[in-house]
Structure formats: structure tokens, C-alpha cells
């Protein structure tokens, strides 16, 4: 077992969640040595073609997770080792903060090809696939932008992948309507966690609407603009935020999330054309931040 390899411990919560193997030809075959090969990618953030020989030919590690980002395979692995996990009662629902970190944009993830890509043997669009394919431009160049919401553990529940240059507060209801965590004995998924917190740019009368509708307790500071128009409007302005200092020091969690997924290579910088590939490799260092202990 190399260095950055799958444990015994993890294989072993990992592979009931995968596709079956076996099939006529073999074409799943060797799953864990696949599977070892995307995430080393994944943590070193080295081209495919130069991949070790003992992950096997480098085409096939490329091709699975190709497929796998674009068939949602990655999206349902994610969420089965979500659901065991909660089962398990290791989600911490007590504080789900929301925040947004922008990664660079290598020169080769630019050049991807105008026409639709299709998933292999199927009619389909790729899941997660964007037309702008995630990249925007600023004036320090290509650049994506992740937006995600963490629970207390510092592990990614939901994220989002957009261009660097767009807004964070547009896209919170966006990144909360992605949180589905399943329930294995039966039931409605939970969605809705008991508290949210996020930073000034956030704040916004639509989002906090958003989280009154759905019963959502939140902290989430006014800024000085909008605490002036406020007032400035008297009665009409409605009553101030409310604001717990003490819950808001929380808010680090899902920086220090942030930081441990921007711990990959790959994800710190994108060398993915495609935003669907793209999405596939955040979601895989996701799944290994959840298989850990």
C-alpha cells in the first residue's frame, strides 16, 4: 500500500457503495487499484499521463473517473458514505456553515470544446455539466469558484462549482437545496440543519427570507450598508438581525473544511476542462475526507 493509498478500514466502508464488478469483459475489474490511481491524482495534482505504473494503464484510471464524474457515480458514493455516517450519529447538524473559497484556474483547463459532451454509450448530458463550464476571468486570470456548506466536523455536505467572478449570496439557497443526506432505515432525507452561519456576504433580505420560510435558526452579520438603509426607512425597515457572537466564532469550521479539501492539489487547482470533471474531483477528495475517521 503506497503512500495516500485507501486503508483496509476505508476499502472496506467504500466498497459496498461501488458499481458491480465483474461484468462481461471485466470492465470494472480492479476497482481498488483504480480507485487508489484518481485519488493520488486527485492529492498530487500531476497530469494523467504521468500517473505510476502500479495504478495500470493511465487511460483506464482517467476513463472511470470521467465516466463515474459524469454519470453522478461520485454524487451517490458521496451520499451513501454521508448516510452511513449519519446513521452512525457522526454528523455534527448543530451548526452547518456556509462559505466559498476561489481556486486558480491552470492554462490547460481552458480550450475545452464548445459542443456538448455526452455521457460514454448513453444520449445524455453529463450531470453537473455547465455551458461557461465554470470559469470565469478576472484580472488575475482563469479563475472557478467552489461554494460549499460544512458541518461541525469540517466535512463537505454540499457544494457548488461556478465561475470565480460570481457572487457568494445568490448561490446559498443553491448550495443548502443540495444538502440530501438519505436515511438507510427509511424516511424523508435530512435536509435541514438546527443552525446556520455565514459571513457578511450573505446577507442579503432573500436568503434570510429563504431561512425564515424554512425554519432555519441563522447567524449572519448585517453589514454597515444595509444596517444604515435600514434604519433609514424607520418602521419600514423592519426589526435588526439578530446576532450571537459567541455561535459566530463557529464560522471557522468550515474554513478549516475549505482547507483541508484545498489540501489536494487538484482541487486547489484546476486542471479540469470540464467543469462536470471537475465537480467529479472535488466530490472524490470530499468522499476521502468522509471516509476517515
Known amino acids: 500500500m503506497g503512500r495516500g493509498d485507501l486503508t483496509n478500514a476505508e476499502w472496506e466502508r467504500l466498497e459496498p457503495h461501488l458499481p458491480a464488478s465483474g ?29 505510476p505504473e502500479r495504478f495500470g494503464r493511465w487511460k483506464t484510471v482517467y476513463e472511470r473517473h470521467r465516466r463515474w464524474s459524469a454519470d453522478g457515480t461520485w454524487d451517490r458514493i458521496l451520499g451513501a458514505v454521508q448516510a452511513e455516517t449519519d446513521f452512525a450519529g457522526r454528523i455534527d447538524w448543530s ?31 453529463p450531470r453537473n455539466h455547465r455551458s461557461d463550464e465554470g470559469l470565469g476571468r478576472s484580472r488575475g ?12 466536523g469540517c466535512r463537505p455536505l454540499a457544494f457548488l462549482v461556478t465561475p470565480g467572478q460570481w457572487g457568494d449570496a445568490p ?9 440530501r443526506v438519505t436515511r438507510p432505515e427509511g424516511g424523508r432525507p435530512r435536509t435541514r440543519p438546527d ?39 424607520g418602521n419600514k425597515g423592519g426589526r435588526p438581525a439578530g446576532f450571537n457572537t459567541k455561535i459566530y466564532k463557529r464560522r471557522n469550521e468550515v474554513e478549516r473544511t475549505i482547507n483541508r479539501l484545498k489540501n489536494s492539489r487538484a482541487v486547489a487547482t484546476r486542471y479540469d476542462k470540464r467543469a462536470y470533471v471537475f465537480h467529479g474531483t472535488v466530490t472524490v477528495a470530499a468522499v476521502r475526507l468522509w471516509l476517515r475517521r
Open 95 to 125: 451548526m452547518v456553515s456556509v462559505d466559498s473559497t476561489s481556486c486558480r484556474a491552470h492554462q490547460h483547463a481552458a480550450g475545452a470544446r464548445k459542443k456538448k459532451p455526452r455521457v460514454p454509450k448513453k444520449r445524455t448530458t
Open 171 to 179: 448561490q446559498m439557497i443553491q448550495v443548502l437545496e443540495r444538502i
Open 23 to 51: 461484468r462481461r469483459g471485466g470492465r470494472w475489474n480492479d476497482h481498488r487499484k483504480v480507485i487508489d490511481g484518481i485519488l493520488f491524482r486527485v492529492r498530487t495534482g500531476i497530469p494523467w499521463r504521468d500517473l
Open 195 to 233: 443552525h446556520l452561519g455565514g459571513d457578511k456576504a450573505y446577507s442579503s433580505r432573500r436568503n434570510r427570507r429563504y431561512l425564515r420560510r424554512r425554519q432555519i435558526k441563522h447567524t449572519i452579520p448585517e453589514p454597515k450598508d444595509q444596517r444604515a438603509n435600514r434604519k433609514r426607512r
Open 141 to 152: 486570470g482563469l479563475t472557478c469558484k467552489i461554494h460549499l456548506a460544512g458541518e461541525g
